[in-house]
Nanobody, 122 residues
């Protein structure tokens, strides 16, 4: 079993910054990709940013140039640095671990964190 624990959400004024962290723990041999998704009220969950174990990244157009995803493979941790935040960035942010290879069985799984609230408001 694997758990994803997120931290770093909160209330910030427009133009401000926040840094989200997510650490995966448990029976992990490797994780191919880690990502951040977000879901605003009455909207579908959307991909914000993703990073592979090799360091390749991809971002939603709405956050390009403002958000940066990074990863510490040794600690199974992914970060999301969010700058120049806008009210439309307000959402619950979810961490995702894709193609997690179980250390004991070798099987692949996908996991989600519980979500952390980010509110951008003056």
């Amino acid at each position: 079993q694997v758990q994803l624990v997120e931290s770093g959400g909160g209330l910030v004024q427009p133009g401000g910054s926040l840094r989200l962290s997510c650490t995966a723990s448990g029976s992990i041999f490797s994780i191919y990709a880690m990502a951040w998704y977000r879901q605003a009220p009455e909207k579908q969950r959307e991909l914000v940013a993703v990073i592979t174990s090799g360091g390749s990244t991809n971002y939603a157009d709405s956050v390009k140039g403002r958000f940066t995803i990074s990863r510490d493979n040794a600690k199974n941790t992914v970060f999301l640095q969010m700058n120049s935040l806008k009210p439309e960035d307000t959402a619950v942010y979810y961490c995702n671990a894709h193609r997690v290879v179980d250390r004991d069985t070798g099987r692949r799984y996908e996991y989600w964190g519980q979500g952390t609230q980010v509110t951008v408001s003056s």
